[in-house]
């Protein structure tokens, strides 16, 4: 990845990496603010999915939501969500300077994963949300977020943002994802449904033994 992006990074501790499937494969990004787990674009990518264009690809991914499908559980984001995650992980989403934002965005797209990189300059992560953004006269396309870092140069300052806007006719299947994301119960909320289901068990043999000794 890009090398600024591998010093120490002092970003928040509310967003880290997971696993999804097998211990150490890493794909999810846990945000103990909101308590989501966001799936790795690479895992979303368009290109894994059929399709003769964006539209179709996407529509063949969100397919895998339902039950018994690849993201049975995951909820494609809104832009709304998205803006969550970066606040989280200490994004100023209304800054494009570098120095503000090259720490924070370059961490959460070695996070989410960059779905475009271009060696020493480039990492950007592009996914589609659930919403639509209107082009004018009628018409309407969907709406992606775009976590980029692209390193101070010669001819410029750098840049580290997020930007939400439509996607491009240059974009390609494997350039884009979709942005989902699951809802994790809280800690406390787990334990407390434990603590009941303890009770009832308690209870339940209690009943029994009372029974069995009548």
Known sequence: MLPMLLATCDCPAAVFERDWKVPGDGLLTYDDESHREWLDLSETLLEQFSGSDLEQRYQNAIAELAPGGRFEGFLVARRSDVLALADSAGVDALSDDFDTNHFAVGHLTDLLGPTLYV????????????????LGSGIMTRLISVFGVELPGP???????????????????????????RVVPEPSS??????????????????LRHLSNV
């Open 155 to 181: 001819f410029n300052n750098g840049d580290a943002s997020l930007r939400f806007g439509p996607i491009g006719d240059s974009a390609e299947p494997s350039t884009v994802g979709v942005m989902v994301y």
């Open 190 to 207: 787990f334990i407390a449904v434990i603590w009941m289901q303890w009770l009832v068990l308690c209870s339940a043999w209690r009943c």
């Open 119 to 134: 060696e020493n300059r480039l990492q950007y992560s592009l996914g589609y949300l659930d919403e639509r953004v209107s």
